[in-house]
């Protein structure tokens, strides 16, 4: 049987990011939520319910770029580039959110002051990452093998709404997690909060959705044109389904199922994103197939995630299995 | 601002910049890792309870460094696209595999176990969490390896060749690719150099606490712990430099040249420069302060060997002779400083007066930061020894840039030095912080560890051993 790597490597790769998305979405949705939380237990509950994962949640972002560069190495030294403020402005925010873990904790004098940065810093990467896929979907110009841009180019009303929402359903995602992993107060707010954001991101789904087939037309034809069309039909019906049952089991229900179901909400929206996209990198200039490494880079690589992917999902299973349950307002002084 | 720098410029000047903030953490965190598997080790076997609360000292300080470690070390796997855009098409199909390599094995498995080591003393036991702590060190030795193995290759690279789009591509086996010639001599020097830089900062710490208190019983373990360190490895180390050198002499030798200072070749001996000025528009050291015949000694083991000078390399092809002349002095005599304090302190054990001996304790508080100096130091030299090529004599650092314009470069530079300043500084406060406080007999667990509510009570684990 003949397999083509290269559709492999895009399948990690989507992987990845999915991964990403998923894992640092809630503690990132965490961090735009933190000074809505009252300072004190409340605001210490929400953090420690991702103190121990947020380290391995940030790595699928370091898998997603080293990966691309790895595999997709033209595509890698395009879309960078070209997005170059926003992804400089997502590292800064990364930064300093990432510190901000252990700084409140060392000072709290200042605590106040990190708590702001560590919201935000995880606004700022939350924006900028949803900027990034907006401005990924409208089209990049190349020239050759190099971005032939300016670097403004990325900011549009597209790319701006496509932050925003980005930042709402990242929000909902950390809403559900602290409905999930905390309870009392935190908890309770967490649902105040998780359902307003639900009805925030289907407002914002609806409204990329409709957008996105006006973008290009070639997404129009893959949207409109048979079998493109089907899809055109079911997903906004498992939207609407998934979005009313979540609406309501953010009033009450099982802790977990708010986070399960906007999780399908993000499954559904990177179909929809993977549809409009297949089989390009840089929608209809630059194909995986373009872009892909040579055969022995991405065999010799495919060993090794081959290995390496099975035991990281392990071992990252294990470390949530050892935090599992409700986390404590305080933590051991 | 921007009418006098090059978009090439900034982007050096900021790849520079980040590289360097991001080097002095894992310098920090690859020998600290090891330490404390060491520490924690030492109390499984002994149930000595000062192995455990230096354990329980050290873990915050790595937590803080760790953290740091991590969020500039993001910022770099992407910055070789943002701003080296050519170089990572051209390079990526062999650079990119290392990194992700690095992702997959180092990096995965640090963050994975981190959580547990940090938070889950009372969660998992006393054997698990060893695991734990012994994994996040392994972590931290194998992202060396893979990150430093793409680095080697751009210094030497091996095992490539060109396709027709212009790209580097595996020529063979991977191996040749990552044994490339500089790799090892490169890995041991670098690893070294963390163990060493690590002992320094450990040893500054329990000297300080030591001309407080001599009796503190944390501080005098501490002490003598990178005290052997310090007095075994240095010489190990300068034995390493010395192979890497000869390496370099082989593959970069333009590089040794402009560390030795030699603009003119020497037919029958060439002199050690130990000291001067240099002049690279005029080709000259002055002041001049050198041992004749020693360089020729020292790079060919014969007194009369003749050496090559820069005058045989295209000044198009020369690196910028005065930084890496001295980055290279700052690196070596940092390097014998550590030498002559190693032995220092083998004077004292052997006199029994190791914890009594407040000039050694003075001096080694000095020499605390000396090893991230050096480090530093030791990376300048390698890397603006290998300009003006980002992958050597293959392709030009001119050539590799992003067709980004100077005023972007520009502002994402200012941002960078400000947050960095911002963020790192304040780290850097905490860290002296906790390193100011003595290590008592109850050392406690890191802040913000999370705890079970419901479920069953944490076992006793390594919370019963500072008591």
Not at chain 1, 29 to 34: P, R
Not at chain 1, 119 to 133: D, E, R, Y
Not at chain 1, 163 to 188: E, M
């Amino acid at each position: 049987m003949h397999v083509d790597l290269t559709i492999v490597w895009a399948g990690i790769i989507v992987f990845a990011v999915a991964m990403y998305v998923v894992m640092d979405g809630f503690d990132l949705g965490i961090g735009i939520l933190f000074t809505r939380f009252r300072v004190g237990a409340e605001r210490n509950m929400a953090m420690n319910a991702i103190a121990p994962v947020w380290d391995g949640n940030e790595t699928w972002l370091v898998l997603g770029g080293g990966g691309l560069m790895a595999a997709f190495p033209l595509a890698y030294a395009i879309i960078l580039p070209a997005l170059y403020a926003p992804i400089i402005a997502m590292l800064l925010g990364l930064v300093f959110r990432g510190v901000a873990f252990e700084f409140r904790w060392r000072d709290p004098n200042h605590r106040a002051r990190w708590d702001a940065g560590f919201c935000l810093g995880s606004i700022v990467a939350t924006f900028a990452q949803g900027v990034t896929l907006g401005a990924l979907l409208q089209g990049i110009r190349i020239s050759g093998r190099a971005y032939a841009g300016g670097y403004w180019d990325w900011i549009t009303p597209f790319s701006v709404l496509t932050g925003a929402s980005l930042v709402i359903g990242y929000a909902l995602l950390g809403a559900c997690w602290l409905i999930w992993k905390t309870s009392g107060p935190v908890h309770d707010e967490a649902r105040r909060f998780a359902r307003g954001l639900s009805l925030g991101l289907l407002a914002a789904i609806a409204a990329v959705s409709i957008y996105t087939p006006f973008l290009d037309a070639k997404y129009y034809r893959t949207w409109f044109t048979w079998p493109g069309v089907c899809a055109l039909v079911l997903m906004p019906l498992g939207v609407a389904a998934i979005g009313s049952l979540l609406y309501r089991r953010t009033v009450k229900g099982r802790d977990y199922l708010p986070f399960a179901l906007t999780l399908s909400l993000f499954g559904l929206s990177m179909l929809g994103l993977a549809i409009s996209m297949w089989p390009d990198l840089i929608p209809s200039r630059l194909s995986i197939w373009d872009a892909a490494a040579p055969k022995s880079s991405q065999i010799f690589m495919l060993v090794g995630a081959g290995i390496l992917m099975p035991l990281i999902l392990a071992y990252t299973s294990w470390a949530y299995w050892v935090f599992r349950g409700k986390t404590a307002e305080e933590g051991y002084h | 601002m921007t009418g006098t720098f090059t978009a090439l410029d900034l982007a050096r000047a900021q790849f520079a910049f980040t590289i360097s903030f991001h080097f002095i953490f894992p310098a920090f965190t690859i020998g600290l890792a090891s330490y404390l598997a060491v520490l924690e080790a030492l109390w499984l076997k002994t149930g000595k309870p000062v192995f455990n609360n230096l354990y329980r000292y050290w873990i915050k300080i790595f937590a803080i460094v760790f953290a740091m470690g991590v969020v500039s070390g993001i910022v770099m796997s992407y910055q070789f696209g943002t701003n080296w855009a050519v170089f990572s098409d051209k390079a990526g199909p062999i650079v990119g595999p290392l990194m992700a390599y690095e992702v997959l094995s180092a990096f995965f498995l640090e963050a994975g176990f981190l959580g547990v080591m940090l938070f889950g003393i009372n969660k998992v036991g006393p054997k698990l969490h060893f695991l734990a702590t012994c994994m996040v060190a392994l972590g931290t030795l194998l992202s060396a390896t893979w990150i430093l193995a793409a680095n080697s290759w751009m210094q030497t690279p091996a095992g490539w060749m060109m396709n027709d789009v212009g790209q580097f591509v595996p020529k063979g086996s991977w191996l040749w690719i990552i044994l490339n010639p500089s790799f090892p001599y490169r890995f041991v020097h670098t690893v070294i150099a963390a163990y060493l830089t690590t002992s320094l900062a450990v040893g500054g710490v329990g000297a300080w606490h030591l001309l407080r208190d001599a009796s503190n019983p944390g501080a005098r373990t501490m002490f003598s712990m990178a005290m052997w360190m310090a007095a075994i490895v240095a010489p190990i180390q300068i034995l390493a430099g010395d192979t890497q050198g000869l390496n370099t002499l082989e593959y970069q030798p333009a590089k040794v040249m402009a560390m030795e200072g030699h603009f003119s070749s020497y037919a029958a001996g060439a002199p050690l420069v130990l000291l001067g000025i240099p002049d690279e528009k005029n080709r000259r050291i002055d002041y001049s302060l050198e041992i004749p015949k020693l360089s020729s000694l020292i790079l060919e083991h014969d007194l009369n060997a003749p050496l090559a000078g820069l005058d045989t390399v295209p000044q198009s092809d020369w690196p910028p002779v005065s930084i890496v002349f001295w980055s290279f002095r700052v690196m070596v005599g940092l390097g014998l400083a550590i030498l002559a304090l190693g032995l220092f302190s083998l004077l004292a054990r052997m006199r029994g007066k190791l914890f009594e001996w407040p000039l050694l304790h003075r001096l080694t508080v000095m020499m605390g930061p000396a090893g991230f100096v050096a480090v530093i130091a030791g990376w300048v030299t390698t890397e603006v020894g290998r300009q003006p090529f980002t992958v050597y004599h293959l392709l030009r650092t001119a050539d590799s840039a992003s067709p980004i314009a100077s005023p972007a470069v520009t502002g994402s530079l200012i941002a960078f030095i400000v947050v960095y300043f911002a963020t790192f500084a304040s780290g850097a406060v905490y860290i002296l912080k906790l390193m100011a406080k003595p290590p008592s007999t109850h050392e406690t667990l890191p802040d913000a560890a999370p705890i079970r509510t419901a479920g069953i009570t944490p076992a006793s684990g390594m919370g019963a051993g500072g008591d």
